[in-house]
């Protein structure tokens, strides 16, 4: 059986991160979840957002 690899992930740009709403980590699409709302977790990598919220905007319910 051949030894699992551990997957890499190649980090976007930031500007390009922050424009288009990719994960800072692996560069997936999905770190908004609306117009002004983090997601919970990257969809590829699972990166937790919620280190990265500084407590501006909106409550969450």
Same mark, same amino acid.
Request: net charge positive.
């Given at each position: 059986? *051949?030894?699992?690899? %551990? ?9 390009? /991160? =922050?424009?288009?709403?990719? @994960? *800072?980590?692996?560069? %997936? ?9 983090? /997601? =919970?977790?990257?969809?590829? @990598? ?16």
């Amino acid at each position: 059986m *051949p030894p699992e690899r %551990a997957e890499t992930f190649v980090a976007p740009d930031p500007v390009a /991160a =922050a424009v288009k709403g990719l @994960c *800072p980590r692996c560069g %997936a699409p999905g770190l908004f979840r609306g117009w002004l709302d983090f /997601a =919970a977790k990257c969809p590829r @990598c699972k990166l937790d957002y919620s280190a990265f919220n500084v407590g501006e905007g909106r409550p969450r319910s």
